[in-house]
């Protein structure tokens, strides 16, 4: 009585007997050809058929040569003809040989796309018939390419992680965010573009790779009047995706923009600070129609943080500069920074042959202010009278608070000693007024001392100097007036 292993043989070998060999080949998840000793095809299974576009009455008879004229590369053509030939077999992998076959693959959104391929080229013993056999690696080469993605947008990160660490420039920072992905995007252009402190307007701050002259131009979006990819970022606070700009109503006033910088497509990525506050857009500009993949998705996303990252730190520094730099209580400037301007005015004066006014000023009578009234009502006074103080002057000049009541004017150019002067009497005027604060009325005068350069000094100490001693004497001559050491 035959065992288990004997019946289960002899099954096997009924199955194989019955099997038609074709509907096996045509089964197969892999392309496969039979060449005969003309390198022209016998057979194609549908799997070549679906990715060739051609009917299989087209391929059979002949070579792939005359399927795909001056599409072949070398490699493959002269492994085809040694193994008809020759009878030596090949494989041509994707690692070294990128470009094989032209065959193609539809994507689940519908989309033809190159397929990748390895191919296996083995003649038959016992006859003259060469198999080709093509083995689908697209899945394979995407991990493969994705992988290889990440570790350049890790590298790249670190690039401007280390930039922002070390303090650079916010211009420098944001143009190499842009600069790498347009390195991982071919074909692609990158802006980053900013809202206004309004919340208002949407201007580009970054765009290394578009014209200059069309920077220069571009007033921005109001985030109020447009419709475009990028306001719409900004209000979904999401990717916003436009896959032709050709063919969406909110770019109909940009066309022919589009067209001159070869625009197809725009993705949109909000750059969200802290709190949860949208700041700006990062934006893509494809040479190609369409939506981003998943990995370019993911890039955008990453990028935009790193620019939000960016511009946080640079806010922080700046806040950081301006108290540093400025009066608390009052947001004048106090006397580092105006030192820095006097510098620079003193170069400026020194080579273009200009004049230029200082004056000190003191208060008379702030100190009976906040013995009777408290030094509440001090703060708010010196608040009041920094800007009327301002208000007085152009916006090239400079007012500092460098004291508890003592403020230093900087006319930044004057024609005559008179211009100087006449300033002085307005400020005179204005800081004699009374401020009113609930019931009460604050009154103060002042006592201002005027140095002119050069005529009164040529450095920024002699100056001062000079601007501090008139300030004396006109207080000795009976305060609430001006004075100038002749």
């Not at 004048?332 to 006097?342: I, Q, V």
Request: net charge negative.
């Amino acid at each position: 009585m035959p065992n288990s292993s004997e019946l289960s043989g002899a099954c096997l070998s009924d199955i194989l007997d019955n099997l038609d060999c074709t509907d096996l080949l045509h089964s197969l998840d892999g392309g496969v050809l039979l060449l005969d000793a003309r390198c022209r095809i016998i057979f194609c299974n549908r799997w070549f058929i679906r990715h060739t576009g051609f009917k299989e009455a087209a391929l059979l008879g002949r070579t792939l040569a005359e399927l795909y004229p001056n599409q072949l590369p070398l490699p493959l053509q002269d492994a085809i003809e040694t193994a008809c030939h020759q009878r030596m077999g090949r494989i041509l992998s994707y690692q070294l040989h990128k470009r094989l076959l032209p065959l193609q693959r539809r994507s689940p959104s519908g989309e033809l796309r190159p397929l990748h391929q390895s191919i296996l080229i083995k003649p038959l013993s016992q006859s003259d018939l060469t198999l080709i056999q093509c083995l689908d690696i697209t899945n394979a080469v995407k991990r493969e390419q994705h992988l290889r993605a990440g570790e350049r947008i890790l590298k790249l990160e670190r690039k401007v992680l280390e930039l922002i660490a070390q303090g650079d420039a916010l211009d420098n920072v944001l143009n190499e965010i842009c600069a790498t992905v347009e390195q991982l995007i071919p074909d692609a252009t990158t802006a980053i573009m900013l809202l206004d402190e309004e919340q208002e307007l949407l201007s580009i701050k970054s765009a290394p790779s578009l014209p200059q002259a069309l920077l220069d131009s571009e007033r921005g979006l109001d985030l109020g009047n447009s419709a475009t990819t990028c306001i719409r970022a900004v209000q979904m606070r999401a990717l916003a995706i436009t896959p032709d700009v050709h063919r969406d109503d909110g770019w109909q006033d940009r066309l022919a923009l589009a067209t001159q910088l070869n625009i197809a497509a725009c993705w949109a990525q909000p750059i969200v600070a802290a709190f949860d506050e949208v700041v700006g857009v990062f934006s893509c500009y494809p040479q190609r129609a369409g939506s981003p993949s998943e990995h370019e998705r993911q890039l955008l996303q990453r990028m935009a943080h790193l620019a939000a990252i960016a511009l946080e730190r640079h806010r922080r520094v700046e806040r950081i500069r301006f108290l540093a730099m400025h009066d608390p209580l009052t947001g004048l400037p106090n006397r580092s920074l105006l030192n820095e301007h006097l510098g620079r005015n003193l170069r400026r004066a020194h080579r273009e042959g200009n004049q230029f006014a200082l004056m000190f000023i003191d208060l008379d009578g702030f100190k009976q202010i906040n013995d009777f009234h408290g030094h509440d009502a001090g703060d708010d006074l010196l608040s009041v009278l920094a800007g009327r103080i301002t208000g007085q002057l152009r916006g090239t000049d400079t007012c500092a608070r460098i004291g508890g009541d003592e403020f230093v004017v900087m006319l930044e150019t004057v024609h005559s000693a008179d211009a100087a002067e006449l300033v002085a009497d307005k400020l005179l005027t204005c800081l004699s007024t009374p401020v009113q604060r609930g019931q009460q009325q604050l009154r103060v005068s002042a006592s201002i001392g005027i140095a002119l350069y050069p005529d009164d000094g040529s450095s920024a100490d002699a100056l001062l100097t000079r601007a501090d001693d008139a300030m004396y004497q006109a207080k000795a001559e009976g305060k609430n007036r001006w004075y100038r050491i002749r």
